[in-house]
C-alpha cells in the first residue's frame, strides 16, 4: 500500500528566507506524487507533480520538488519566501488504483515579516 | 473552463434537516469526487463517481447520499445528520478514472468546498 509522512507538521520561515517541506513516501510500485496547498478556508489547489518524467519538477509560484527514489523523498522548496506561501500544504501519492489520493497529515507554514 | 464550483459556500442545518450540496465541472472529466475534511486534517475520500456510475463509497454512514445526475454535474444529499458531521464538504474532478488511463490524468481539481454546520 502507498503511504506518505510528512515529516513537519509546523514550518516558521521569514519573509525572503527559503522553504523546505519535506515528505517522504512509500510505495510498491513507481509512484505518481502531488503537492497540493490549502489556503485557510479555501480549496486544494495543485502547486506541482511527478508522474516519472523528471525528477525535477517545477509548479507554481516558485515551487519546486525534487523526486529521490533513493531516498523516497519528494521534498517542496521555494528559494524566497512570500507572505502569501503561509497556508497548508499537502503531500499527495496516488494508490494503486489510480483513482485515490493518499494524503500527508499536512504541514501549515507560517511565514514572518 | 478549468473549474470545479460548489453551492453553496456555508450550510447551517438542523438534525432533522435534508439539504443538498452541488458540484459542477464543465473540463469533460470522466471522474468526479467527494471529501469530507475536518480542522486540521487531510480530506478524506467519502465517494467516487467514474462515467456517472458510483464507483467507491468508503463506507460512508446512509444519510449521506451522492447522485451524480450527468456528467458535469454531482450533488450529495444530506439527511439527518450529527453535530459531528460538520465539516468543510470539498468536490474534485479527473480526466482520469483509474489506472489505466495513467497518473497524468488522474490529477483532481478541487473546488472551494462547502463549509457545513450541523446544529
Known amino acids: 500500500a502507498q503511504s506518505v509522512t510528512q515529516l513537519d507538521s509546523h514550518v516558521s520561515v521569514s519573509e525572503g528566507t527559503p522553504v523546505l517541506l519535506r515528505c517522504n513516501?512509500?510505495?510498491?510500485?513507481?509512484?505518481?506524487?502531488?503537492?497540493y496547498v490549502q489556503h485557510p478556508n479555501k480549496g486544494l489547489q495543485?502547486?506541482?507533480?511527478?508522474?516519472?518524467a523528471a525528477t525535477l519538477v517545477k509548479g507554481i509560484n516558485g515551487?519546486?520538488?525534487?523526486f529521490k527514489k533513493s531516498e523516497t523523498s519528494f521534498h517542496l522548496t521555494k528559494p524566497s519566501a512570500h507572505m502569501s506561501d503561509a497556508a497548508e500544504y499537502f503531500c499527495v501519492v496516488i494508490g494503486r488504483?489510480?483513482?485515490?489520493?493518499?494524503?500527508g497529515a499536512g504541514t501549515i507554514l507560517r511565514v514572518k515579516s | 473552463d478549468?473549474?470545479?464550483?460548489?453551492?453553496p459556500k456555508h450550510l447551517v442545518m438542523g438534525m432533522t434537516n435534508k439539504k443538498s450540496l452541488k458540484c459542477e465541472q464543465h473540463m469533460g472529466h470522466r471522474a468526479m469526487y467527494w471529501y469530507k475534511q475536518k480542522a486540521k486534517k487531510p480530506p478524506e475520500l467519502m465517494f467516487v463517481y467514474s462515467y456517472e456510475k458510483l464507483?467507491?463509497?468508503e463506507s460512508v454512514p446512509s444519510?449521506?447520499?451522492?447522485?451524480?445526475?450527468?456528467?458535469?454535474?454531482?450533488?450529495?444529499?444530506?439527511?439527518?445528520?450529527?453535530?459531528?458531521?460538520?465539516a468543510l464538504y470539498l468536490c474534485a474532478s479527473s480526466q482520469g478514472s483509474g489506472i489505466m488511463d495513467g497518473p497524468s490524468y488522474n490529477e483532481q481539481f478541487f473546488g472551494p468546498g462547502t463549509r457545513l454546520t450541523v446544529l
Do not use: M
Open chain 2, 2 to 7: 478549468t473549474e470545479v464550483t460548489q453551492t
Open chain 1, 63 to 66: 515551487f519546486e520538488a525534487e
Open chain 1, 46 to 52: 495543485l502547486l506541482l507533480k511527478y508522474t516519472s
Open chain 1, 97 to 103: 488504483y489510480g483513482n485515490k489520493l493518499v494524503f
Open chain 2, 55 to 57: 464507483s467507491i463509497n
Open chain 2, 63 to 86: 444519510r449521506f447520499s451522492p447522485e451524480c445526475p450527468n456528467s458535469s454535474l454531482l450533488n450529495l444529499h444530506l439527511h439527518a445528520l450529527q453535530p459531528e458531521d460538520s
Open chain 1, 25 to 35: 513516501y512509500s510505495s510498491s510500485y513507481s509512484p505518481s506524487l502531488f503537492w
